[in-house]
């Protein structure tokens, strides 16, 4: 996998390789996993399973992010909303949903990134902890 991911890295501009790398650096460190490529680039770093009342079923990422050319997209997958205060401290950014959009990590603060990123972290593995997560987290 971590040739994939290297291989992934070399192809982007200058700026957003050494950026993702930073970023999937600290992920890893948070997690204890590697990345995953999913889908469109997406690197995700572990997974939690997922069960709606719909039928929907699958799994998820628990932390992750897709570099583009202008901007990188982390995933917090308990939604942004929950880490506003941390969010306030944080820098230039956006954010919607479960977005949190970084034109590069030079605009932000880096221990208050890492800070919302492990605490979102524990959060999906503590709600995972006892089977399938039966709702959209961000949604709430």
Not at 5 to 33: C, P, W
Not at 64 to 71: E, I, L
Not at 86 to 109: M, N, P, R
């Amino acid at each position: 996998m971590k040739d994939k991911v290297e291989k992934y890295f070399a192809a982007l501009n200058e700026q957003t390789a050494k950026d993702s790398a930073v970023l999937a650096d600290m992920m890893q460190r948070i997690s204890g996993h590697e990345p995953k490529l999913w889908n469109a680039g997406t690197l995700g770093f572990d997974t939690y399973h997922y069960k709606y009342d719909s039928g929907r079923e699958g799994d998820g990422l628990v932390i992750g992010f897709y570099p583009r050319k202008n901007k990188i997209t982390v995933y917090l997958m308990d939604g942004t909303a929950r880490y506003s205060e941390l969010l306030a401290k944080l820098g230039k950014h956006a954010s919607t949903g479960y977005c949190l959009y970084i034109k590069q990590l030079s605009d932000v603060e880096l221990p208050i990134l890492e800070q919302i990123l492990q605490q979102s972290y524990d959060h999906i593995k503590l709600l995972s902890k006892n089977g399938p997560i039966s709702k959209i987290l961000w949604k709430e």
